[in-house]
């Protein structure tokens, strides 16, 4: 496995529609897995194969459970990780909800965005086996920052609430 480089803006890759994924085989693997090192070595709870360069539809989504407060706030999903090619929101909650959102590929900065309360997604997984995941909360607005970056959207394209972070302000994705 490899710590990979986590590309930042202008990269034009950033702005690209990413590719679906067709082959699970042994690059998708090696993908996979430098992915998941990169994302435990960066201060994120999520990746996108994009933000590495690569023009995939994958993303990887781990929140956090070094704490007990990680551990009581994501309760289930605290320290799971989410493999997930050609993720699709299938259903979303009418109910929108505001938070603050930092990203790999912007680094230095915040940024206030509404998302779904709650989604529903389909997708792969690792190996290739279709999937369905209800997400609520934190670890669905991870879900659509991920997803948003397959589409060449970066959060500050959700915004108009922009900073540059302060000690006490922490998550990235």
């Not at 690059?27 to 990169?38: A, N, Y």
Request: glycine residues 6%; charged residues 30%; hydrophobic residues 40%.
């Amino acid at each position: 496995m490899a710590i990979l480089e986590i590309i930042t803006m202008p990269e034009a890759i950033l702005r690209k529609r990413a590719i679906k994924v067709m082959d699970f085989g042994a690059d998708f693997q090696k993908l996979v897995d430098d992915m998941l090192e990169t994302l435990l070595a960066a201060p994120g709870v999520g990746l996108a194969a994009p933000q590495v360069a690569v023009s995939q539809r994958l993303i990887l989504v781990r929140l956090p459970d070094n704490t007990d407060e990680d551990r009581e706030e994501y309760g289930e999903h605290a320290g799971k990780l989410y493999v997930v090619a050609n993720p699709k929101i299938v259903k979303a909650s009418k109910k929108m909800v505001s938070g603050v959102e930092g990203c790999l590929s912007l680094p230095n900065l915040l940024g206030e965005v509404d998302r779904h309360e709650s989604i529903v997604l389909t997708g792969q997984d690792r190996y290739g086996k279709d999937f369905r995941l209800k997400a609520d909360g934190w670890l669905a607005r991870v879900f659509q920052h991920e997803i948003d970056h397959l589409d060449g959207i970066l959060y500050i394209d959700r915004t108009d609430k922009v900073w540059e972070p302060k000690k006490e302000d922490e998550k990235s994705s």
